[in-house]
């Protein structure tokens, strides 16, 4: 492992997978049983002190602790993860560390308890604030907790908001998207994750569906909806004071190009498929997993990436907590690791530079397999889903909508 660590600083995702209930779209590895949290706490512990001796007190710049709802942890158990963090790593160059949590599963002294413990930005599964469909969704708080929890985190001192909104569920009035999105902006949210509701997993939701219990508003209405929010939110939100700047953001390859944020513009600004952020506030530890940068990942199902080395921890959380599950590991050939960088790059905004792509491919004699892709992609571009701009490749507004088509060329 210390051979394959790459001269530049890691990032560390923590999975914690406690719910009070399970969504109806969820297919997420996650429990309810919230008794399980104090061995999960410890085993947890356990294996960040043991990636960090064993890494030898690597440099990391990004923490994210998602789930699950990792709100439900009690302070004890966030001050004990972010101890031994801070104890066996090197933080003094961290740049982001940011937390998930739910709306109704937020209290405000355990939100200032973060920020004490130096966690700085947070992410709030809002997913709607309508109330009837955020029942249908099987969440546990209406519209008014979502909203409170977003001014909440205002009040505990978080200077970096972003909230998850769901679009293309059965029954949702799409206008409200819309307006949704104003409303939490008005609120103090700097960034916005859309994502279009995708069931391609089993879970309660899909079974409903499968069996013509509900029905997914028609796909020509999302997309409308999609096109919309692409206009829509650049108008929302201010930043007061000088634009923040980008950060330097360290990039393994050339054609991975530079973050799109256009200026002066002081909206919501896309720079990846379903993530929208005014200027400077963008998700830098989520922008190294497009950016194909290392990360560790600690917890069930948690994944990790060092080089060509790819793994994922146990999804089973018994088996995980008793150390018998096993870990899938997986070291990437040099012809999938050079299929990633399109798959992951063309999710950004600026999308892959090609000819630098073809360099690349020449260098390690893959020349053919870019020149098939360009076979594959050229029906897109003439469809207008994919466009070139200078030496770039990048998917219009239209191809997003159908962006699982496009990646399938790499897969």
């Known amino acids: 492992m210390n051979a394959l660590m790459p001269d530049r600083p890691l990032g560390l995702y923590i999975h914690a997978p406690f719910c009070r209930s399970k969504c109806a779209y969820c297919s997420f590895i996650s429990t309810t049983a919230l008794s399980l949290e104090a061995p999960y706490v410890k085993r947890v512990v356990r294996d960040i002190a043991n990636w960090g001796r064993y890494l030898e007190k690597p440099v990391l710049d990004t923490v994210y602790m998602g789930g699950g709802t990792p709100s439900l942890l009690s302070r004890r158990s966030l001050e004990a993860i972010s101890r031994v963090i801070r ?27 973060a920020r004490r413990e130096g966690w700085d930005r947070m992410s709030i599964g809002v997913q709607s604030l309508d109330d009837a469909l955020l029942k249908r969704l099987g969440r546990v708080h209406d519209a008014a907790k979502g909203l409170a929890a ?37 609120a103090g949210v700097e960034h916005l994750s859309i994502y279009i509701l995708d069931l ?51 990039k393994p390859y050339p054609q991975l190009g530079t973050l799109a944020m256009p200026y002066p513009q002081l909206g919501l600004m896309p720079y990846e498929i379903s993530n929208y952020s005014l200027p400077g506030r963008h998700s830098i530890h989520n922008v190294r997993y497009w950016q194909r940068r290392p990360y560790i990942g600690v917890g069930p199902s948690a994944a990790g990436n060092i080089g060509a080395l790819r793994w994922t921890e146990e999804e089973n959380i018994t088996e995980w907590l ?77 191809g997003a909508l159908v962006s699982n088509q496009v990646f399938q060329v790499f897969v």
């Open 87 to 113: 104890g066996e790593f090197d933080t003094s160059g961290l740049l982001e560390a940011t937390i998930e949590a739910n709306p109704g599963a937020m209290r405000l002294e355990w939100l200032k308890a």
């Open 150 to 186: 977003v001014r909440m985190c205002v009040d505990a001192g978080f200077n970096r908001i972003s909230a998850d909104l769901l679009l293309g569920a059965p029954g949702q009035r799409l206008e409200r998207v819309l307006e949704d999105a104003s409303r939490l902006v008005d």
């Open 200 to 250: 391609d997993k089993q879970c309660p939701l899909k079974s409903q569906i499968d069996n013509g219990l509900v029905d997914l508003p028609p796909d020509d209405l999302v997309a409308q909806t999609y096109q919309a929010l692409q206009e829509r939110l650049p108008q929302l939100g201010t930043l007061a004071g000088p634009y923040p700047q980008l950060g330097t953001l360290a």
């Open 322 to 398: 008793s150390d018998s599950g096993k870990t899938d590991i997986q070291f990437l050939s040099m012809e999938e690791s050079l299929a990633e960088i399109p798959l992951l790059a063309l999710r950004m905004q600026d999308g892959v530079n090609w000819r630098a792509l073809r360099e690349l491919a020449e260098e390690r004699g893959l020349g053919g397999l870019v020149k098939n892709w360009e076979m594959e992609l050229f029906p897109f571009i003439a469809r207008g889903l994919l466009r070139r701009e200078g030496e770039n490749l990048r998917l219009t507004a239209e």
